[in-house]
């Protein structure tokens, strides 16, 4: 299986050429690496960072988002398995393309996260865990949902489930597309042996975006894929937990912007609900995702 690599960078060129870096003893193994500069400041130098001849290089002038950015680099991709992995990623795995290839043996597989190791603490990433219990990852093991920081996907269930829904713009994106998998019976593995680094940021930085994209998103997430009640608790407990997060970081006029953004999507959410069956709703709750809250 042909594995194609897609980043989608923004203003952060040193931590793109180290990402690349990361990826050189890789090269032999993997068929492409395709990358979007969207919409930097400063236009990337493609020829700066041109490390491989299977490298090709797209540029966007407006800022897509991460949905529609990803959509744009798997709709350019020729291999059969996608590995997308965040600008701020290094790999960490040794010899990481015949293991990611092996997963891929298991037909009814239909994405591998990696484990997250923060750069700062060196520790893996609790927020990077997918499962409310945020248990850290020793094994391998089946999950409701992937983290996008680096994940491998077959092309087919990409485009099965419809990828990613480019309203989300950025958060939410994977969780809501990981529905859509399950419900096509697709499996979602964590794994243990598959490790990249993340840049650390600070908390402050990542509050801002956390308050307004979950507080707009979250219940959009719901109205496209769960049943009435736990649609109805995800919105009315995001919405308030968004606006407890907002009060204590005095941000409640970021906090009023995204409640109003999100009421004036939710027809939008809602021309796209596709209610995930009894079974998925059982499968998530049983893999540790939450379907309440």
């Known amino acids: ?49 041109k490390i491989s001849s299977k490298l090709h290089f797209f540029r966007s002038e407006t800022n897509l988002g991460v949905a529609k950015g990803r959509n744009f680099l798997a709709s350019k991709a020729q291999g059969d398995l996608l590995w997308f992995i965040d600008d701020d990623a290094s790999l960490i795995t040794k010899e990481a393309t015949p293991k990611i290839t092996a997963y891929f043996r298991k037909a009814a597989l239909g994405v591998v996260s990696f484990k997250v190791i923060n750069s700062f603490s060196g520790e893996e990433e609790t927020r990077c865990i997918p499962d409310r219990k945020k248990t850290p990852t020793h094994q391998d093991c089946l999950a409701s949902y992937f983290v996008g920081c680096s994940f491998v996907m077959r092309k087919k269930a990409f485009f099965e489930a419809g990828g990613f829904w480019e309203a989300f713009g950025y958060s939410c994106e994977e969780l809501d597309l990981s529905y859509r998998l ?78 109003f953004d999100s009421i004036l999507g939710i027809p939008t959410a809602f021309s796209g609900r596709k209610v995930i069956s009894k079974e998925s709703f059982k499968k998530v709750a049983s893999l540790g995702g939450r379907v309440w809250y």
């Open 182 to 259: 399950i419900e096509f019976n697709y499996q979602i593995l964590r794994s243990s042996i598959l490790e990249v680094q993340h840049e650390f940021f600070p908390e402050k930085s990542r509050n801002r975006n956390w308050i307004y994209f979950n507080t707009r998103n979250r219940p959009w997430l719901a109205i496209r894929n769960l049943p009435v009640f736990p649609l109805l608790s995800q919105t009315i407990l995001w919405w308030l937990y968004g606006g407890l997060v907002a009060m204590k970081n005095l941000e409640i006029i970021l906090y009023l912007k995204a409640l």
């Open 1 to 49: 299986m042909n594995i194609s690599v897609l980043i989608l960078t923004h203003n952060r060129p040193k931590a793109l050429f180290k990402c690349l870096s990361s990826l050189q003893a890789e090269q032999d193994k993997i068929f492409e690496i395709l990358i979007l500069d969207n919409a930097s400041n400063e236009a990337i130098d493609s020829q700066q960072i």
